[in-house]
Each structure stands twice: as C-alpha cells, then as structure tokens.
C-alpha cells in the first residue's frame, strides 16, 4: 500500500441522500488543510448495506468502521485517526467496544457471507482498476482462454446457481438450452427492473460493483455465442445508471468489451435500456417487448425466451443478483460453492431488511439461515421493544412467515411449503401495530396497479379481490366474502397468462391462512387491533386531561382541531384525516386512538 | 411551435433514431428522451416517430401511454414522485403525501397552475429502508418528513429561479448529441 491510510466513505444512495458527498468533501479538505493528504487515501465506495447507520466511514489498516459521519466530524477523524493513530470513540458502533471496533465484529455482519456483495463497500465503483485489482474480469480471461463452453455450463449446473430473480431455474440449464438452439444470432440480457416493493438488492449491487454484472453478461456471451447484450434497468434508479455507463465505458476503453476482447476472436457490447415506470416489464417476455420498443406485455411461454427471446433470437435472461455470482463460481469452483446453502439451494441469498426492525439494511447470507437468525441476530430485534407479528417475503407474490415458522432454513423451497416465496428478497418486517388486512391490501393494489390488462383473470379478478379487502378493512365485509376471495384466488392462478396475475393471489391465500381470526375481528366485531384500517377507529381529545397547549392544533395536517389556548381542544371528526400527528405530538396523553 | 423549431425537432429524432439503431428498438429511449427534455410527447413527436420508423401512429401511442413515466400532456418542470408501497407506508408516507398537497395545492395526479410541479405516486423507489423515499425528477430524497417536505420544495423552486430562461431555451434546442 502506497498510502498508510485508506478512508473508505459510502457513495450510496442512502448515504448520499444523507450528506454522504458533503462528508467526502469535507474530508478531502480536512486532508490537505491538516497536510496529510499524501498519507491517507479517500476512497468512494459502493454501500456496506448497513444504511440504517449511515454515513459509513471505514478506514483501512485497522478497520475502524464509523457510522452516521456527519461532515462536521471530518476535522477530527483526520487530527485524531490519521495524525494521532487513535480512534475516534464516539463515532464507532459500539462505542464502549465490547465487541471490537471492525466491521467484522458488528453483530449485524457476522452472520453474513459476502459473495454477490463481495465489492460492495470495499472498491470504488467508478475505477474498474479497483475491481481488477480484486480479480476481476480473472474469470472471464479463464472462460475465453482456458475454458470450453460445455466446461462453463457444466460448472454452473454443478454449483447449483439458481436465478435470484424469483423462480429460481437453475442457470446453468438456461445457457445450455441457449448455446445448444441454432441461430445466426443470440442475445445476453440483464434483469434490473428490480420492482418488488422493499427490495432493492440489485440497485445496490449495479451501484457498489456494477463491474461483475458486465464480466458476467460477457462470459455469458463467450459461453452461448452472443455478441450483445442489454441491462434493462429501471428509471427510478439514476444513481446505477450513472455508474452502469460509466463502467461499460471503462470496459470499452480496457479492451474488456467492443471488439476482440483480451486479444482473442471474442466480440461483446452492452447497451442500457431504461425502463419508464412499468413493474410487470420485469417478468421477462415483458422486458423483451419493451427492449424491442412494444408495450411491455407479457406473451406465453413456452417458448422461452432462452430459445425464442429476443427479436425471436435465443436469449439468455437473467438477474443482476444471479450474474454478480457467477465470476466467483467461476473462480473458485463449483465444489466450493455447492458447499454452501441447502440441498436444494446453494450459495447465498441477499435479503433486504425492512419495516420494524433495529438494524435495516441489505444483508447477505448462506441459503438455509433461518428467519430467527436474519431477525434477531442480524437485525437486531423488533423495533421499540414491540412484538413481532409476522415477515413478508417475496413482495407481492409472496406471503407472511410468522412466530411459529420462524426457524425455518430458508431456501427456495420451504419459503414456497409454508406458503410464501423467496421472490427477490424483500423482508418486510411487521410489529403488533401493523394490521394483517391493511398489510395485504397493499399488495392487492399494488398488483392491481401494475396489471398490464391483458387477461381478465388478472385484471378483473385483481379488482374485485382488492374491493372485497378494501370493504373488510371498512367493517362491512361478510363472512362469505373469505370463500369468495379464495375462489377468486384459484380462478387467478389457474387462469392468469403471467406470474404477476398467478401469483397476485398468494398473500392474500397466506394472510388468511395465520391470521384468519384478525379478518374474522374486521368482519363481525368491525374492530382493527392494530388501530390502522382508519374507517374502524378515530382520534379523540379527552377534555379533561387536555390542557390545552395548541400543540396539536399546530401540527394537524388539515387543521381540523380547533379550541382556545388553555381550553380543551376538539377534533373535527369529519375533516380529520387520521393521520395520527397529534396523538404523536400531544405529551399529556390527552388524545385518545382507538 | 415555430416551424423552424418543428423542423429542427424532426431533424434531432432522426438523428437519435439512427444512434439507436435505426429500428424498432429506439422508440422507447427516443421517447424518454423527449419526454426528459419537453417533459411530455406531444402528438406531432409521434408522428415523426411513427414516419421514421415507418410504423402506425397508433403504435407510437400505445407504447407511449403504456409506460408511467411517459406522458402525452405535459407536466410540470418539476415531477414529484412519492413512494406508496408497504415499506414507506410503514415509515409515515402518508404524512408526507398531505404535506405535499396541502403547501402544492394540488391532489396527486395534478399539476400546479404555473406549471412548475407534478405530484405523482411512484411503486417502491428501492429506498424502503430509508423511507418515506420520493423522486424529484431524477433525484431521490430520503427519511422525508412533513417538515422536510417544505426544504424540498424550497429547494425546486430556487433550481427554478436560476434556470428560467435556460429552461425556455431549451424548448427549442436539441436532444443530446453524444450517441447514447
Ligand atoms: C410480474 C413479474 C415481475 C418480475 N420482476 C422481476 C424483476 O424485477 N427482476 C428480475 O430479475 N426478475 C423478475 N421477474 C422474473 C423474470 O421473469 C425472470 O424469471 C428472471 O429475470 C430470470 O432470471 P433468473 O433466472 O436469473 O432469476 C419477474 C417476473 C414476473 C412474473
Ligand atoms: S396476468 Fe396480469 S400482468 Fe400478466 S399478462 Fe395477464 S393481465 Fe398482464
Ligand atoms: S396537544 Fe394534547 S394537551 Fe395540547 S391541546 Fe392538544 S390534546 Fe390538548
Ligand atoms: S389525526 Fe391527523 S388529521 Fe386527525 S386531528 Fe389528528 S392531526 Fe388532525
Ligand atoms: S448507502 Fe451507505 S451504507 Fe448503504
Ligand atoms: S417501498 Fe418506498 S422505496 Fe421501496
């Protein structure tokens, strides 16, 4: 190391959109400021996942991983850390340093196992240097120069890599169909549509290492005969575009895309195409529609895509998770791989944290952890002490993992026994405030807004579904209205031309299948435990505790609580929104929920 | 529209058509980049689209009103996207969705009457630990609040001020010239 110092600051979205680039910048200054820029190196780097505590400062010898920097506290990480050599105490995660002061000693990494997140938080994404450096692109010199295709394939298969994107076909059994269908042209695509709610792995991943998509698509192309591929990536997503251009620009000027790549025979382009806003292009004839320039509509399969996809030419599709595996599969074997994860799901999953739990952020582990395990021990608990009800996994296509099921081994196919699914990866976590029907009406409409329209299953049955659940949550559904949603359920899977439609169904089918007495509650009592399905309850002001401090008052939304300075205050009950900001604000427990 | 400025709008699309292959396969990016840059597609864009790729104008529409992101009236300078989905619901997005409409004056789906701000719903922004997330044109905000809502804004509006009339110049000018 040229420097003695290195100082890794997150460049991630969250990061970023939290004084992340104010923070690098007041750095560099403190550097050359305090005249020690030629001993310590800054460094931007792709996120640590760790984003609840973010900005994120990690610094290289020792380790010392400093989390919400604010821009401020740059003067002293530099006078203390890189002059003085001591730590900065009160910005390490564990301040009284019980456990250690490094990353690797923080509850919420040990569990995990980093093979799709391996860069991410490590290389600056913008140098293609620094993925090199960590043997990148050394797989696709060993696929081009020392590998047959039959060889790639036969090591895919035998790692038992299955696609991230949700259903989980084996890639290896893909490319074969590919590389074995005869045609004068083939096509290799990049699945970044990424459009589960509460999953946001693949941003992250094109964001902190967008390199191993790129070295992955082109083994790819060498192994199945293509010359182009596309990543269709999503709009909302700008920051992975930015560093997606800018990575295939850097792979063109290395030699490592455009024409006769690394000296050989072998040609390969990538092209970005974007998305405009439409979930169901994720399912992949859909995304091939649209890269065609067609509204992006599901077509049936078979045929698939890997013999039929794109302009009609064979096509392999695949997930970004999915692709930033295979350099390492490549690298380090498929025994050593194979050897992690389940008997049915190898290697490992990336999950993203989300809701009700103490440590959010994206985390990665070997197939086969258990629920408990990413919720306690990574995640740190539920939030606020509260109780947990429940898990969502596999966003709108999935279901609810409760209590009981809680030491599952995760993998493909025990999430599917207990009727959810692994889906991408999102893990929404829920508390006792969170209500099971309102819960499942978001995905409801959700699906309902993202229906493409083309079969009625899908469309009209979508709808119907959703006002069933919409008039539960009012307090006027019947009991009958649980079989017809159940009806309805089977008529969509059975009858639906795409996952979206078939599997629209499923939390619905799950969310009645635990918790059917919270939907009994909603129908025969009209009562919402959780206080959410706003319809069945209402604020009110306790006249005799309030005391009148206007708190309220001030912060209703819609202004609808009126009364004299010192004087009781009521609430319109007409106007009030239930926003639930005054119960929040008011500190005499004056407002009564319920 | 000038016709001069028709002309020249013409000429550009051709031009981009080309730098994305001359088929099919550009509508869709030459259509987001009109859309980035006029903030709708207009019915005379998709008539030269449908001239150069020598497809039904019926086409281009179908496309064009498919996608969310692309619109066929024009919206405000700013469009305000928040997310609606479970996670950001679960942080209080709600709130953040009032605020809006109560300092914009407007319902989502609408546009103020200067023209300035669109309030859309977005599905999940790949934000959901950090929510409530929304989408500024092509900037994310983070953990928004109800006060927060009011910087943002605030924000905008100064951008605004100081673009004014490089904005209006724009209308006229020129789609990006670097191929893709
Ligand atoms: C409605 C719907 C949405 C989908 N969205 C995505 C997505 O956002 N990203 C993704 O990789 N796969 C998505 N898929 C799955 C793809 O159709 C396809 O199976 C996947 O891209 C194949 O890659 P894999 O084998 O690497 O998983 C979706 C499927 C459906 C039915
Ligand atoms: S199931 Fe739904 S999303 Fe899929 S093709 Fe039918 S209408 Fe479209
Ligand atoms: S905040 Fe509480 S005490 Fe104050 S006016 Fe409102 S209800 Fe009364
Ligand atoms: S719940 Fe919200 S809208 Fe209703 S009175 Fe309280 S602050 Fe106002
Ligand atoms: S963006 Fe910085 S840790 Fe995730
Ligand atoms: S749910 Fe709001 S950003 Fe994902």
């Known amino acids: 190391m040229a420097f003695k110092n290195y100082i890794l600051v997150c460049a991630g979205t969250a990061c970023e959109s939290s004084k992340g680039i104010a923070l690098y910048e007041a750095l560099e200054k403190e550097l050359k400021a305090q005249g020690v820029d030629a001993e310590a190196q800054l460094v931007k780097t792709g996120c640590f996942g760790f984003c609840e505590q973010g900005p994120i400062v990690k610094i290289l010898p020792d380790e010392s991983f400093y989390v919400k ?137 094109c964001e902190g290492d967008p390199h191993s998509v790129l070295e992955a698509m082109t083994i790819a192309g060498h192994t199945v005969g293509a010359d182009q591929g596309f990543i269709y990536i999503r709009a909302e997503y700008p920051l992975a575009i930015e560093r997606l251009e800018n990575a295939i620009a850097q792979a063109r000027e290395y030699g490592l895309l455009g024409d006769n790549i690394l000296g050989s025979d072998f040609s390969f382009d990538i092209e970005l195409r974007l998305g405009a806003g439409a979930f169901v292009c994720g399912e992949e004839t859909a995304l091939l529609a649209s890269i065609e320039g067609k509204r992006g509509m599901p077509i049936p399969r078979p045929p698939f895509p890997a013999v039929k996809g794109l302009w009609g030419k064979p096509t392999v599709i695949n997930n970004v998770e999915t692709w930033a595996n295979i350099p390492m599969i490549i690298l380090k074997g498929s025994a050593w791989y194979s050897s992690i994860g389940t008997e049915t799901s190898k290697g490992t999953k990336v999950f993203a944290l989300t809701g009700k739990i103490n440590n959010s952020g994206l985390i990665e582990v070997p197939m086969g952890t258990t629920l408990r395990e990413i919720i306690y021990d990574i995640g740190g608990g539920i939030r606020s002490g509260k109780k947990f009800k429940a898990a969502q996994t596999g966003g709108p296509s999935g279901g609810v993992i409760t209590e009981e099921y809680l030491d599952t081994p995760i993998d493909y196919e025990s999430l599917q026994s207990i009727g959810s699914m692994m889906g991408s ?76 439609g078939q599997t629209a169904p499923n939390p619905i089918m799950s969310t009645i299948n635990f918790f059917e007495d919270e939907y009994m509650e909603h129908i025969n009592e009209g009562k919402c435990r959780a206080g959410k399905c706003k319809d069945l309850m209402s604020y009110t002001i306790i006249e005799d505790k309030c005391i009148g401090c206007t708190a309220c008052a001030r912060v209703c939304p819609v202004n609808c609580i009126s009364g004299e300075v010192k004087a009781p205050h009521v609430i319109d009950q007409d106007q009030c929104i239930k926003c639930g900001q005054c119960f929040t604000k008011c500190k005499f427990d004056a407002i009564l929920k319920g | 529209m000038l016709i001069s400025e028709r002309e020249q709008l013409r000429a550009n699309i051709e031009r981009r058509v080309i730098d994305f292959g001359n088929n099919r396969s550009a509508l869709i990016p030459v259509i987001q980049e009109v859309q980035q840059k006029y903030g709708h597609v207009s019915e005379y864009v998709m008539q030269v689209l449908a001239d150069v790729l020598h497809i039904h104008p019926v086409e281009v529409y179908g496309v064009a009103s498919f996608y969310s992101f692309i619109g066929h009236k024009p919206k405000g300078r700013f469009i305000i996207r928040l997310c609606r989905t479970l996670p950001c619901e679960m942080k209080g997005k709600e709130r953040v969705a009032r605020q809006l409409e109560n300092d914009l004056g407007i319902h989502f789906g609408e546009t103020t009457d200067d023209g300035n701000f669109t309030l859309e719903w977005a599905n999940c922004l790949g934000m959901c630990d950090q929510g409530p997330a929304l989408l500024v044109n092509e900037r994310i905000y983070t953990q928004v609040t109800p006060q927060s809502v009011h910087d943002i804004l605030e924000e905008c509006r100064e951008v605004f001020g100081v673009h004014t009339t490089l904005q209006e110049k724009e209308m006229s000018c020129e789609l990006p010239t670097s191929a893709k």
């Open chain 1, 69 to 205: 920097v604010s821009p401020e506290d740059a003067s002293k990480i530099v006078s203390e850390h890189i002059i003085k050599g001591r730590q900065v105490k009160e910005l390490l995660y564990d301040q009284d340093q019980s456990s250690g002061t490094s990353a690797d000693s923080i509850d919420f990494y040990q569990k995990q196992q980093r093979i799709v997140l391996r860069n991410c938080g490590v290389i600056n994404p913008e140098y293609i240097d620094e993925y090199i450096a960590r043997e990148g692109y050394a797989a696709l010199e060993k696929v081009i120069f020392d590998m047959t295709s039959d060889e790639v394939i036969k090591e895919l298969t035998d790692a038992g890599l299955r696609g991230r994107g949700g259903a989980g076909f084996p890639t290896g059994v893909k490319w074969g169909f590919t590389k074995n269908a005869q045609s004068d042209q083939k096509f290799i695509v990049c699945n970044a549509d990424e459009g589960d709610p509460g999953a946001y792995m693949d941003r992250s991943t």
């Open chain 1, 425 to 500: 990866g999102g893990m929404i976590v829920m508390d006792e405030d969170d209500c099971i029907v309102d819960v499942t009406k978001f995905y409801l409409e959700f699906t309902v807004d993202e229906s493409c329209g083309k079969c009625a299953p899908c469309r009209i049955g979508g709808r119907t579904n959703y006002n069933i659940l919409d008039k539960i949550s009012r307090g006027q559904g019947k009991v009958e209205d649980l079989d017809t949603l159940k009806d309805l359920a089977q008529a969509m899977r059975k009858a639906s031309l795409c996952g979206l």
